[in-house]
C-alpha cells in the first residue's frame, strides 16, 4: 500500500476528514486534501502524520513507509524487557546471516546485567516455540 493510499485510509477509518479535522484542530478541506490519493501537491508533513497515527491508534502510514524502504515492522509489547529486545534482536540477525559467534558475542556483552537463569529461561521458551513453529511446519 502507498503511504498516500495509507494516510487515505487512516483519515477514512477514523471517521473522515470532518472528524480528523476537529482532533487536529486543522481544516476540514485542508485534511481531505491530504488525504487524498490522487492528489501529489498537498500532503501530510511528517510530525502531522505522527500526530493523526497516535489520534487514531492506526499505523498504516508506518507500516507503508517501513515496507517501502523494506523493513518489517512488529510492535512490541509494554512489558518486554531488555533481555527480550535483545533475544529478538539475535533472532532477526541470525535470519539475515548475521548469527556468526561474533555478533552472539557482542549481543551477549549487553546483556550482562541480566540474570543468566532469567536469560536461560527465556531462551528455553524461546526454543519451545520455534520447535512448536518447526513441528507445525513437518505436519
Not at 500500500?1 to 495509507?6: E, K, L, R, T, V
Not at 508533513?45 to 513507509?65: F, K, N
Request: proline share 3%.
Amino acid at each position: 500500500m502507498s503511504i498516500n493510499d495509507a494516510a487515505h485510509k487512516t483519515v477514512y477509518a477514523a471517521g473522515g476528514p470532518k472528524v480528523i479535522a476537529a482532533r487536529l484542530d486543522a481544516s476540514e478541506s485542508v485534511i481531505r486534501a491530504k488525504a487524498n490519493p490522487n492528489d501529489d501537491s498537498r500532503w501530510f508533513y511528517l510530525p502531522e502524520a505522527v500526530e493523526l497515527m497516535s489520534l487514531t491508534g492506526d499505523h498504516r502510514i508506518l507500516e507503508s513507509m517501513a515496507d517501502e524502504f523494506g523493513y518489517l515492522l512488529t510492535q512490541i509489547p509494554e512489558e518486554i524487557d531488555s533481555a527480550d529486545r535483545a533475544l529478538i534482536h539475535m533472532v532477526s540477525d541470525s535470519i539475515k546471516g548475521q548469527g556468526d559467534e561474533a555478533n552472539i558475542r557482542r549481543a551477549l556483552a549487553g546483556l550482562k546485567s541480566i540474570n543468566g537463569s532469567t536469560l536461560r529461561r527465556k531462551i528455553n521458551q524461546l526454543q519451545a516455540y520455534l520447535a512448536q513453529v518447526a513441528q507445525a511446519v513437518d505436519d
